[in-house]
């Protein structure tokens, strides 16, 4: 029991350290938080995280990890708040490919993934290019990761783009509000 306890806390120790250390290296203001609830079922499109109007944060500010873009706040309450997830089909972010430099809106669906819409079909798009925050919709800066394209398909005028999420939106334990 103790020999679990203890590679628990390893292990936790490991996560909040990455997380400092990106913390340390971002040109913005962030505010660490724990998340402490996810809506219920497989299909879950929030979570909520232990901090709230106690730590200065307000609607639509963007919740990030270093491995990319979570999400963002949708309310706030005394000691809590609700994070909208990126792949809730209510959430929408401004995105530009890496390579390419194109831009589009990324759209949450109702799977686990996300959608890149308003991509021209005659413009290329590999799968597996890496899709980033453009800081168009002035919630999240520009330049965060989002996801990975993972299949691309002709549409009657705009691609159909589909992209998985760059954080694992599943198992998300610490998080950061910018």
Do not use: W
Not at 104 to 121: I, W
Not at 125 to 152: A, C, F, H, M, N
């Amino acid at each position: 029991s103790e020999i679990q306890q203890l590679s628990e806390r390893a292990l936790e120790t490991e996560r909040l350290r990455g997380l400092l250390e990106f913390k340390q290296h971002l040109p913005f203001q962030t505010v660490a938080a724990e998340v402490i609830a996810a809506s219920p079922g497989e299909a879950s499109k929030a979570i909520f995280i232990d901090k709230g109007r106690d730590a200065g944060l307000t609607p639509d500010l963007a919740v990030i990890t270093p491995a990319g873009a979570v999400g963002k706040i949708i309310a706030v309450f005394p000691y809590s708040s609700q994070v909208m997830l990126i792949t809730d089909p209510s959430s929408g972010a401004g995105a530009l490919l890496e390579q390419t430099r194109l831009q589009g809106v990324l759209k949450g669906t109702s799977k686990h993934f996300c959608e890149l819409n308003y991509v021209m079909n005659e413009d290329a798009v590999p799968v597996g290019e890496v899709v980033l925050t453009s800081g168009l919709d002035q919630i999240y800066p520009k330049g965060l990761p989002i996801g990975r394209v993972v299949e691309v398909s002709e549409g009657n005028i705009y691609k159909k783009i589909m992209v998985k999420p760059a954080a694992a939106l599943d198992r998300l334990e610490s998080v950061l509000v910018v």
